[in-house]
C-alpha cells in the first residue's frame, strides 16, 4: 500500500476525473438524433464511460501490486527538476513572445534556455556570459534559416518582428 | 494488367518529373537524417512538416512525405547498430545482433545487410503494393458504412490492445485519443463539442499538434528529466562490405522477412514491432550459426528483422490508401496530410486521384533506390549526425517542433498546448502507455463516428444493422476473436 503519492494510483484517478468531465460535458449537447437514433452526445458519453472505466482499472491495478507487465522506464530514478523547468520556461516564453518579438528572436531564446537545462542535465550548466551568446549564436544559426525557407520559399506565415520577412 | 501497366507507367512518368524526383530525394534524405537523429522518428518529422500542405502540390508533398516515411527505416538501423539505442522502434531487434557484430568489429557487414536488405524488401513489397492495392480497392468499394465501422473499431482493437503490453493502458490511451478527436465541430450535425467557449477549439485540434507534442516535446522533456546522465556509446566503423559467405546468409533471411512483414502491413494490426521479432525469432531458429545469435552477433539476425520492418512499413501503406485506415503513427499523419488537401484515401482514391496514388507508388520504387545509394556509400556521412551534442539537438528540435505547430494555424495558444501534451506525453512513457492509440484514435475517431452514425441511419436507428450484413458481421467476429483469444491462450497456458 503506497498512499496517495502513488502517481500510478493519480494517473487512475486523474483518467477517472476526466471521464467524469467527458459525461458532464456531455450533457450540454444535444441529442438530436435523426435518422440514426444516435446524436452528437452519444460518442461522447462511450468515450467518457471508457475513461472511467479504464480510470477505474488502473486505481485498481496500482492498489493491487502496481500496474500489470509495466517495462521500467529508462534512464534515472528521480527526475532532474531544474533542467525540466529551464526547458519548461524556454517553451512558454517562446509560446508568450513569438508574436511581439517575431519566430527568430523568440525561437533563440527558447533554443538558449533549452540547451541550459539539457546541459544541466548532463551535469555541466554553464552559466557564464560566453556560453550564453555561444548558444544563442547558435539558435539563430538554426531557427533564421528556418525562418526564411518558409516565409520566403514556401510563403507559410510565421511571425516576425518586423515586416521584411527576414528577421 | 495493360491497364495496371499503363497507370504504374503514367506514375513513373509524373514522379520522374525533375521537381519531384527532388522532392523524393530531399524526402529520402531528410528521412535518413530523421532516423539516424535520436529523438526524432518519421512521424514527428512528417508532423512538423505538414504546413507545407498548404503551398505544395499534393502529389510532390506526398512523394516528399513518402520519402521521409520509409528514409527514416533506412536510416534508423544505422543508428541502431552503431548505438546502444535505437532510433526508432522497429530497428528495436536489429539492434539486438547489430549491435554484438559491431562490438565485434563487423559493423560495416551489419550496415550493409541491413541496407541491402531494407532495399530488397522493400523493392518486393512495392511489387506487392503496386499488384494488390487496386484489387483491395475495388473489393473495398463495396463496402457500406457498417463494414467500414467495424474495420476501424478492428483497427482500434488491434493497435491498442493487441500491440502493446496491458489491454488496460492501450485501451486508456485510445480513450485519450479519441476524447482529444471530439473536440470542435461534430461533421454531422456541426453542433460545436468541447470547445468550452474558446474559439482555438472550435476547429478541432490539429494532429500536428498531438503528435510533436507527444514525440518531440515529450521526448526532449523526457530527456532533460531522466536521461541526463545517461551515457551511449559508439561502437567503431568499420569498411561496409559484405563477403560471399554474409552475402549467401543474407539472401534467405531477406526474403523470409520479406513474407513474414507484408502481411503484417497489410492488415489493420500496424506497426513493425511484431513481425521484426517474429522475424529474429525464425531465423534464431532455422540458422546453422546458433551459437552467433547473442554473442558475436548472426547477420541473418540483423537481415531478417530489417527486412520484415521495410516490408511491413510499405505495406502499411495499402490500408491507408484503399481503406483510409491508418495503423502506426506515421500513417495517421499521412492521413492528416490528405485530409489537408481535402482528399479522404479510401477505395474510391484510386479513381478519383489515379495519378497522385501511382506517382505515389512508382515513387517507392524510385526512393528505395535513392536510398540504397545515400546509406551504402556515404553512411559515413550519416555517422557524423551521431556526433552532434544532446543538448543541441533537442534544443533544436524544440524550435522544429514551433514550426510546425505555429505553421499549422499561426496561433501561439496552440505552443501552450503543444507544451501540455508534452507533459502528457512524458507521464505516457513514463508510466508505459502507448502513444500509438492516441493518434489513431483522435484522426480515426471522427471518421468512425461519422461511419457509425450513418450505419445506424441505414439501419433506421437499429443497431442489429451490424449482425445483419455478412460483412460486418463477420469483422465484429474477428474483433471479438483478437480480444479473447490472447487471453483465453494465457490462461490455458497457466493452466499446462
Known amino acids: 500500500m503506497k498512499g496517495l503519492r502513488d502517481p500510478e494510483l493519480a494517473i487512475g484517478i486523474g483518467t477517472v476525473l476526466l471521464g467524469a468531465g467527458l459525461a458532464v460535458g456531455a450533457t450540454q449537447i444535444s441529442s438530436e438524433a435523426g435518422y440514426s437514433g444516435v446524436g452528437p452526445n452519444f460518442l461522447p458519453w462511450v468515450v467518457g464511460a471508457m475513461l472511467a472505466l479504464c480510470g477505474v482499472l488502473l486505481v485498481r491495478e496500482a492498489l493491487t501490486g502496481g500496474y500489470r507487465e509495466r517495462e521500467e522506464p529508462s534512464g534515472a530514478a528521480t527526475g532532474h527538476w531544474a533542467g525540466f523547468a529551464w526547458v519548461s520556461v524556454g517553451v512558454l516564453v517562446n509560446a508568450a513572445l513569438i508574436t511581439t518579438i517575431g519566430f527568430i528572436l523568440s525561437c533563440s531564446l527558447c533554443f538558449v534556455l533549452a540547451v541550459r537545462g539539457f546541459k544541466s542535465a548532463e551535469g555541466r550548466l554553464d552559466l557564464s556570459l560566453r556560453a550564453w551568446l555561444v548558444d544563442a549564436a547558435v539558435g539563430f544559426a538554426i531557427a533564421a534559416p528556418v525562418y526564411w525557407m518558409f516565409t520566403q520559399l514556401l510563403a507559410i506565415n510565421l511571425p516576425g518582428l518586423t515586416a521584411s520577412g527576414w528577421l | ?496
Not at chain 2, 319 to 338: D, V
Not at chain 2, 390 to 414: C, H
Not at chain 2, 418 to 430: E, P, S
Open chain 2, 1 to 496: 494488367m495493360i491497364d495496371l501497366w499503363n497507370q504504374l507507367l503514367q506514375g513513373f512518368i509524373t514522379a520522374g518529373s525533375p521537381v519531384n524526383l527532388l522532392w523524393a530525394l530531399l524526402g529520402c534524405t531528410l528521412g535518413t537524417a530523421v532516423g539516424v537523429l535520436p529523438g526524432i522518428g518519421p512521424a514527428t518529422a512528417v508532423a512538423m512538416l505538414l504546413p507545407i500542405t498548404s503551398k505544395v502540390e499534393p502529389t510532390a508533398s506526398m512523394i516528399f512525405f513518402a520519402g521521409i516515411y520509409y528514409g527514416a527505416m533506412y536510416g534508423g538501423s544505422t543508428t541502431s547498430i552503431l548505438l546502444n539505442t535505437p532510433g526508432e522502434s522497429g530497428s528495436m531487434v536489429t539492434a539486438m545482433e547489430g549491435n554484438k557484430m559491431a562490438k565485434n568489429g563487423r559493423a560495416g557487414a551489419a550496415l550493409a545487410t541491413a541496407a541491402i536488405g531494407s532495399f530488397v524488401a522493400g523493392t518486393i513489397a512495392t511489387v506487392l503494393v503496386t499488384l494488390f492495392a487496386p484489387l483491395v480497392a475495388a473489393f473495398a468499394i463495396k463496402l457500406g458504412p457498417p463494414e467500414y465501422f467495424m474495420l476501424m473499431v478492428l483497427a482500434f482493437t488491434t493497435v491498442s490492445a493487441v500491440l502493446g503490453k496491458s489491454t488496460l493502458r492501450g485501451m486508456t490511451a485510445l480513450a485519450v485519443g479519441l476524447a482529444m478527436g471530439l473536440i470542435g465541430i461534430d461533421q454531422i450535425s456541426g453542433q460545436a463539442r468541447y470547445t468550452g467557449g474558446v474559439p482555438e477549439f472550435m476547429d478541432g485540434i490539429e494532429v500536428v499538434l498531438i503528435a510533436v507534442g507527444l514525440f518531440a516535446v515529450g521526448e526532449a522533456l523526457y530527456m532533460v528529466l531522466y536521461e541526463g546522465k545517461t551515457v551511449e556509446t559508439q561502437n567503431a566503423m568499420s569498411k561496409v562490405h559484405m563477403t560471399a559467405v554474409e552475402w549467401k546468409r543474407s539472401w534467405p533471411a531477406w526474403l523470409r522477412a520479406t513474407a513474414i512483414g507484408f502481411p503484417f502491413g497489410t492488415i489493420p494490426a500496424g506497426g513493425s514491432e511484431i513481425p521484426t521479432f517474429l522475424s529474429y525469432a525464425a531465423e534464431k531458429k532455422l540458422s546453422s550459426h546458433k551459437a552467433e545469435f547473442g554473442t558475436t552477433g548472426a547477420i541473418e539476425g540483423v537481415a531478417g528483422p530489417e527486412a520484415a520492418n521495410n516490408a511491413a512499413i510499405t505495406a502499411t501503406l495499402i490500408p491507408l490508401l484503399t481503406l483510409g485506415i491508418p495503423t502506426s503513427n506515421t500513417t495517421a499523419i499521412l492521413l492528416g496530410a490528405f485530409q489537408n488537401y481535402g482528399i479522404q484515401p479510401g477505395p474510391q482514391l484510386f479513381d478519383s486521384n489515379a495519378a497522385l496514388v501511382w506517382a505515389l507508388i512508382a515513387s517507392l520504387y524510385i526512393g528505395n533506390v535513392m536510398l540504397l545509394v545515400l546509406n551504402l556509400p556515404l553512411v559515413g556521412i550519416w555517422v557524423k549526425l551521431l556526433k552532434i551534442p544532446k543538448p543541441y539537438l533537442y534544443a533544436g528540435i524544440l524550435i522544429f517542433a514551433t514550426v510546425g505547430v505555429y505553421g499549422m494555424r499561426q496561433s501561439a495558444f496552440d505552443l501552450v498546448l503543444l507544451y501540455a501534451i508534452g507533459l502528457l506525453g512524458v507521464v505516457m512513457r513514463r508510466f508505459d502507455f502507448p502513444t500509438a492509440p492516441v493518434v489513431v484514435g483522435m484522426i480515426l475517431g471522427p471518421l468512425a463516428e461519422a461511419q457509425m452514425r450513418n450505419a445506424l441511419s441505414i439501419g433506421e436507428g437499429r443497431w442489429t444493422v451490424f449482425l445483419q450484413r455478412p460483412g460486418s458481421l463477420a469483422l465484429l467476429l474477428v474483433i471479438v476473436a483478437v480480444l479473447v483469444l490472447p487471453h483465453f491462450l494465457k490462461l490455458r497456458r497457466a493452466k499446462a
